[in-house]
Nanobody, 123 residues
Framework: QVQLVESGGGSVQTGGSLRLSCTAS???????MGWFRQAPGKEREGVAG???????IYAGSVKGRFTISKDNAKNTLYLQMNGLKQEDTAMYYC??????????????????WGQGTQVTVSS
């Protein structure tokens, strides 16, 4: 199990930006790292994923607005969120996994989860 701690959530107005960070206890042997979100009354959904070769994948709803990246030297995963919309309001979770053969946007790719950080976008 990898310990994950998210930070950087908060409240912004529509069109604003936030950068989420996730510090991992280790990134060695991981295949996927990703960001998921869950809004009240909705299922958790994959937002963005990045694999060990730094190939990225995004949900259609955030493509072009969000950017996932990682710094292996700092064991840190990032999610830069620009052009935020009210529908981006959710609890955002960092995830890590070592499973191959599954895209990094699917729940099944992950075995470790952070506690979450709230993002609220208002008009």
């Amino acid at each position: 199990q990898v310990q994950l701690v998210e930070s950087g959530g908060g409240s912004v107005q529509t069109g604003g930006s936030l950068r989420l960070s996730c510090t991992a206890s280790t990134m060695t042997y991981l295949h996927c790292m990703g960001w998921f979100r869950q809004a009240p009354g909705k299922e958790r959904e994959g937002v963005a994923g990045i694999d060990r070769r730094s190939a990225t994948i995004y949900a259609g709803s955030v493509k072009g607005r969000f950017t996932i990246s990682k710094d292996n030297a700092k064991n840190t995963l990032y999610l830069q969120m620009n052009g935020l919309k009210q529908e981006d309001t959710a609890m955002y979770y960092c995830a890590a996994g070592d499973r191959y053969g599954i895209t990094c946007l699917e729940d099944d790719a992950y075995s470790s989860w952070g506690q979450g950080t709230q993002v609220t976008v208002s008009s």
